[in-house]
């Protein structure tokens, strides 16, 4: 099964062209949250269906507003892909989960604080094999430029509890890269440096 994962796209997805394999993941921010225009969905969603893919799973992030009011308004998000809001999906046996909340960003998409966030990490299954968030956790992949760990420490004290074969997610854009602790494959997949987008991040299982 090939596994292809971006996050951190801000509208910026068609330099990604077309892309193929079994499941594409993409980990939030696929919008530009500095307008927060209505039709930065359907532009994504045109293009979710243009890929070639068998199973395409997205969560929010914290430009993702559009989305997030989407939700509110018990609308669906996308057409052509599988909009995961703390909600799993199997496929071909592997277990997917997706939750899209950040700390320490009052004012943009999906933010929660922090007995909040402990109850949304709670939730994920013991059984999941590839988690999908938007934040990173605390420590792994989430070093800004000439900040501090901005990953959440609750996140990574529940990841440590289950320990998914694979955490995929993006955020912090300077931090893209893969490292594993020897439980779980960290996969910091934001695609965007500087206007332009960096690789996809494959995974063959």
Same mark, same amino acid.
């Given at each position: $099964? ?8 801000? $509208?910026? %997805?068609?330099?990604?062209?077309? $892309?193929?394999?079994?499941?594409? =993941? @993409? ?12 039709? *930065?969905?359907? *532009? ?11 199973? =395409? ?5 914290? %430009? ?11 609308? +669906? ?13 199997? #496929? ?7 939750? +899209?909340?950040? &700390? ?6 999906? %933010? ?12 994920? +299954?013991? *059984?999941? %094999? =590839? ?13 800004? #430029? ?6 959440? &420490? ?9 320990? &998914?074969?694979? @955490?995929?997610?993006? @955020? =912090? @854009? ?17 695609? $965007? ?6 690789? &996809?991040?494959?995974? *063959?299982?």
């Amino acid at each position: $099964m090939r596994i292809v994962i971006i996050s951190d796209t801000h $509208m910026e %997805h068609e330099q990604l062209g077309q $892309m193929s394999g079994d499941v594409l =993941i @993409h980990c939030g921010d696929f919008c530009n949250g500095f307008r927060r225009d209505p039709q *930065d969905l359907p *532009d994504v969603d045109a293009w979710f269906g243009q890929q070639n893919f068998a199973q =395409i799973l997205c969560v929010g992030g914290n %430009h993702d507003l559009v989305a997030q009011k989407k939700v509110q308004w018990g609308e +669906p998000v996308f057409q052509n892909a599988v909009y995961l809001q703390d909600a799993a999906c199997q #496929y071909r046996g592997i277990n997917f989960y997706g939750t +899209p909340w950040v &700390p320490n960003l009052p004012g943009w998409g999906y %933010h929660l604080e922090n007995e909040e966030l402990l109850a949304k990490w709670a939730l994920i +299954p013991d *059984d999941t %094999h =590839i988690l999908i968030t938007h934040t990173p956790p605390r420590g792994i992949l989430d070093m800004p #430029y000439g900040g501090q760990p901005s990953g959440c &420490p609750h996140l990574r004290k529940r990841i440590n509890q289950i320990a &998914p074969p694979i @955490h995929c997610f993006g @955020h =912090i @854009h300077n931090e893209y890269g893969v490292i594993g602790d020897g439980r779980t494959k960290f996969i910091n997949a934001a695609l $965007m440096e500087a206007g332009t987008l960096r690789t &996809p991040i494959v995974v *063959d299982l």
